[in-house]
T-cell receptor, first 111, second 112 residues
Framework: NAGVTQTPKFQVLKTGQSMTLQCAQD?????MSWYRQDPGMGLRLIHYSVGAGITDQGEVPNGYNVSRSTTEDFPLRLLSAAPSQTSVYFCASRTGDNEQFFGPGTRLTVL | DAKTTQPPSMDCAEGRAANLPCNHS???????VYWYRQIHSQGPQYIIH???NNETNEMASLIITEDRKSSTLILPHATLRDTAVYYC?????????????FGQGTTLQVKP
């Protein structure tokens, strides 16, 4: 199993540009989440999904959209990038409450 | 979810046990204690979790006090690869969101 994969690993955007961060998992997990981690800080939940077709907001959802058309994929869209969205983005998946599996992260810089 | 308090940093000699404390004095009866670690900007990695009994797996042991107000994560034989930020998190389960509230964590430096 590849686990949780994320693309791209690095991205530089200009203010106002849009892009999609990709996340995929091959463990057939029903739950998937997106977190962001700012320098020296812990992770904060952006959006989460409890299954295909079902998504909900986390604690910092503004400026981001998600969709979950399949169990495997959970893309995160930045609608109009802002410097405040410069961060490292982690996708995670789980089944039940035992453990969450995190991807390697996408390092995003918005100029 | 209850808040946790951890020391910002700790050192440990390679091969010795690393004991990482966590205070969660406001924990409620249905909250579990989870430990994750993050090695140099990689994605966090699950270590262990428990409710009130001590737990052990291939990575670590978790000791929870009887009043559940604090816990200790024990890495029995620390190696250089255990150098990481360790996060103690309390969470109600079951949980739809699966939201993990990451605080500042403890930076463990394992030294040769």
């Amino acid at each position: 199993n590849a686990g949780v994969t994320q693309t791209p690993k690095f991205q530089v955007l200009k203010t106002g540009q849009s892009m999609t961060l990709q996340c995929a998992q091959d463990m057939n997990h029903e739950y998937m989440s997106w977190y962001r981690q700012d320098p020296g800080m812990g992770l904060r939940l952006i959006h989460y999904s409890v299954g295909a077709g079902i998504t909900d907001q986390g604690e910092v959802p503004n400026g981001y959209n998600v969709s979950r058309s399949t169990t495997e994929d959970f893309p995160l869209r930045l609608l109009s990038a802002a410097p405040s969205q410069t961060s490292v983005y982690f996708c995670a998946s789980r089944t039940g409450d035992n453990e969450q599996f995190f991807g390697p992260g996408t390092r995003l810089t918005v100029l | 979810d209850a808040k946790t308090t951890q020391p910002p940093s700790m050192d440990c000699a390679e091969g010795r046990a690393a004991n990482l404390p966590c205070n969660h004095s406001t924990i409620s009866g249905n909250e579990y204690v989870y430990w994750y670690r993050q090695i140099h900007s990689q994605g966090p990695q699950y270590i262990i979790h428990g409710l009130k009994n001590n737990e052990t797996n291939e990575m670590a042991s978790l000791i929870i006090t009887e009043d559940r107000k604090s816990s200790t994560l024990i890495l029995p034989h620390a190696t250089l690869r255990d150098t990481a930020v360790y996060y103690c998190i309390v969470k109600v389960i079951p949980s739809n969101t699966g939201k993990l509230i990451f605080g500042q964590g403890t930076t463990l430096q394992v030294k040769p």
